[in-house]
């Protein structure tokens, strides 16, 4: 079913959207290759891989991907949209590069299998104290700058950093305004002559026209701010209903629960919120089984 409005149009960071875009080749070439650098056409395969990194024990953290995507030299990239503030985002990548670094090769195998891994992470937040939007890591002496490894990477775009300050005109750049633009005039600016973002503006266009597309990006929209208001104004108000056992913060359990209903309300998988409570507040494993136990909602038979 179609929209009749017209000038509605959904934001491209929502993640919701983010993946829906990235879906398609053409978006994803462009964009990947904005990331990297490079001119699109030399890359001429993006095959999407599934987004669940596998665990090599029971116990092991689940690890969720946005878009996952395997060039044609073997080259592997995690490409994340994070619209909600993560206080251990660094951490997070590193674990999610690591784990998809790792699970390329399997017993009997050797090293030089191993193919080069990047994680592209577009922050809707503000990572770094400084003016630079755009950053990118690899391991390096500290003294002599000397690279350790080219098999790891990882690029950081953050996007409220372009209402601040001026940069010098780039595709990665322009990639970021897209991104971060409020209406449809500011996308078509930022799209305009790049056929690889015209066609992520369209693909955007027809997915806003969709009434049930738009009914998810809603109800999507309304829980990140739900979650963002009840972060932000958690403490303020008082809102807590007890003190979690034990536990060296005296975290609220209220709080605690509302991050589990909220999260779960987002479509956010069992293994991810015990993965979030952990970061949040500092929890031990003990302490997440009993809040997962007591607040997630189990589908009812």
């Not at 993946?19 to 053409?26: C, F, T």
């Not at 300050?165 to 970021?176: G, H, I, K, S, V």
Request: aromatic share 12%; with cysteine; glycine share 4%.
């Amino acid at each position: 079913m179609k929209s009749n409005d017209n000038t509605f149009i959904m934001s491209p960071k929502v993640d919701f959207c983010f993946k829906e875009l990235l879906n398609d080749e053409d978006v994803r070439r462009g964009f990947i290759a904005a990331i990297l650098g490079v001119k699109a056409d030399m890359i001429q395969r993006t095959e999407l891989l599934p987004t669940y990194l596998r665990k090599q024990h029971q116990k092991d953290k689940l690890g969720i991907l946005d878009i996952r995507v395997v060039l044609e030299n073997g080259t592997q990239i995690d490409i994340e949209m994070q619209v909600i503030a993560y206080d251990y985002w660094a951490e997070r990548s590193l674990f999610y590069l690591c784990k998809m670094f790792s699970e390329q090769i399997h017993e009997g195998e050797d090293y030089q299998e191993l193919k080069k891994c990047i994680h592209v992470g577009i922050l809707n937040f503000i990572l770094f104290d400084d003016e630079e939007y755009y950053s990118k890591f690899h391991i390096w002496e500290d003294r002599r700058k000397l690279l350790y490894t080219d098999k790891m990477e990882i690029h950081i775009v953050e996007l409220p950093k372009l209402k601040k300050y001026q940069y010098p005109e780039t595709e990665l750049l322009r990639w970021a305004r897209f991104f971060n633009a409020e209406n449809k005039e500011e996308m078509e600016m930022a799209v305009q002559g790049d056929k690889y973002m015209e066609k992520a503006y369209n693909r955007l266009v027809n997915l806003s026209a969709d009434d049930e597309k738009r009914l998810e990006y809603e109800e999507r929209q309304k829980a990140i701010r739900d979650y963002n208001h009840m972060i932000n104004s958690g403490w303020r108000t008082g809102h807590a209903r007890g003190y979690a056992e034990g536990h060296a913060e005296g975290h609220a359990e209220g709080r605690i629960q509302e991050c589990i209903e909220i999260l779960q309300e987002m479509g956010i998988s069992e293994e991810k919120i015990q993965d979030k409570l952990a970061q949040k507040f500092s929890l031990s494993e003990k302490e997440i089984e009993e809040f997962m136990e007591k607040y997630w909602k189990r589908a009812e038979s």
